[in-house]
């Protein structure tokens, strides 16, 4: 227990410190607030463009794909203050700098992903949960004990296969020595197999997005099972929990290809 504490006032410290080096510079952490919003509203409006043309999207009405894309955002944001560290690591392995972390008394990846926390995620974050609010009211979502513990499990196993994602395929730079990374194909990746209901493409897609690369578990199955929608994968309940499980267990496999990875560093040299 002491040590868990210390490790979260390292983390608390960290998130303080980062907050402050973001406001260091007013101007820009206002730019971003401005212009992030501004991509998820265009995203959102695609969406309503896209309903009154056709009614409906694979039985999903515009209340549903608004409850369906709050959720994906919301877990959009809270990866990008938890997981952007990620995206770069590359050049991190690349330049040495987890050289100083391995001589530290504390874990690595802890201090890899909580010695930079992204503050300015809050701009991704803020239209995220106005979406998602939107959503919930859209649809009358009622947040009963069990909706809000179901809710809440979607909401971080989601989170939770996104970063892991983002983790293993940034730790391959270990053995490929390349900084260069393909996070934003995967962020778009994500975008785009939960704005749309994942119903509406064909099987094999589907069978893809949801065993392969399981994407789709992120809000599409979770959403489905709120707003009782027909999907691939069909069962009496859980589709939350399963969420949360498997995002645990990605993110378990993610550590252990970091640590794999790191267990063979050689530092940058010279």
């Given at each position: 227990m002491?040590?868990f504490k ?13 907050m402050q080096?973001c ?11 401005i212009?992030?919003?501004?991509q998820?509203l ?6 309503k463009?896209?309903v009154e043309?056709f009614e ?7 209340r ?8 994906s955002?919301l ?12 995206w ?10 987890l ?8 874990n690595t990846l802890?201090?890899?992903?909580a010695?930079?926390l ?8 803020i239209?995220g949960l ?10 009358d979502f ?6 809000t513990?179901c809710?809440?499990c979607a909401l971080?196993g989601?989170t939770l296969?996104?970063?892991?994602i983002?983790l293993?395929?940034?730790s391959?730079?270990f ?5 260069l990374?393909?996070?934003g ?6 975008n785009?197999t939960?704005?749309?209901?994942l ?15 399981p994407?789709?578990?992120v809000?599409?199955y979770?959403?489905?099972?709120f ?8 069962l ?8 949360l499980g498997?995002?645990i ?14 267990g ?5 040299g010279?």
């Open positions: 002491k040590k210390h490790y979260m006032s390292v983390a608390a410290l960290s998130f303080r410190l980062s080096s406001m260091e510079y007013p101007a820009a952490f206002i730019g971003w607030l212009s992030n919003p501004i998820f265009v995203g959102f409006a695609t969406i463009f896209v043309e409906t999207l694979a039985d999903w009405n515009f549903e794909l608004a409850f369906l894309y709050g959720m955002v877990t959009h944001g809270l990866s990008v203050i938890f997981f952007t560290k990620t770069y690591m590359g050049w991190d392995i690349i330049h040495g700098e050289d100083r972390m391995r001589l530290r008394p504390m802890f201090q890899f992903l010695g930079d992204n503050f300015f995620g809050i701009t991704d974050l239209p106005i979406l998602f609010i939107y959503g919930c009211v859209s649809v009622r947040w009963t004990f069990s909706n513990l809710m809440i971080i989601g296969i996104r970063g892991a983002y293993a395929f940034g391959t730079t053995w490929t020595k390349s900084p990374h393909i996070s194909f995967f962020q778009e990746l994500f785009r939960n704005m749309y209901p119903s509406m493409y064909p099987r094999a897609v589907q069978f893809v997005f949801t065993f392969i690369m994407m789709s578990w809000a599409f979770p959403a489905s099972e707003m009782g929608k027909e999907s691939m994968i069909t009496p309940y859980g589709m939350s929990f399963i969420t498997l995002g267990v990605l993110f378990a496999i993610a550590c252990k290809i970091f640590s794999a990875g790191f063979q560093y050689e530092s940058a010279s």
